[in-house]
């Protein structure tokens, strides 16, 4: 029983990747891909260029950067981001036409 507590002290310490950073890492650059698909090759490059914001809030330096800024913590963070994702794939995929502007950039290549 000694070893247990000893390893979930060590599993708490450590400060590496976890899964939900990860997670976070991948919707960040998904995220990312579609502005910058929507930004040039779409017709509307303003909200390319707001969806490429929002991603930058799933990359883990921004979200310490925010915050120091403003000395607050957001503990429903999770929760946004959650509802920020699928508002963001529905803006996209559906709204957006996702699907129509990759083909039109793969003309391109």
């Known amino acids: 029983m000694k070893y247990k507590n000893e390893l979930q002290g060590d599993i708490a310490v450590s400060e590496g990747f976890t899964a939900l950073t990860i997670i976070s890492w991948i919707f960040g650059i998904a995220f990312f891909a579609i502005g ?46 959650i509802l920020l994702s699928i508002s963001i794939l529905w803006a996209s995929l559906g709204v ?9 950039m793969m003309m391109d290549f």
């Open 96 to 104: 957006g036409e996702l699907v129509d502007k990759i083909q039109l």
């Open 36 to 81: 910058f698909i929507n930004t040039f090759w779409g017709n509307d490059p303003g909200f390319g260029l707001f969806i490429l914001l929002l991603s930058l809030l799933y990359f883990l330096p921004v979200n310490t950067i925010l915050k120091r800024i403003t000395n607050f913590s957001f503990p429903i963070m999770r929760y946004v981001k």
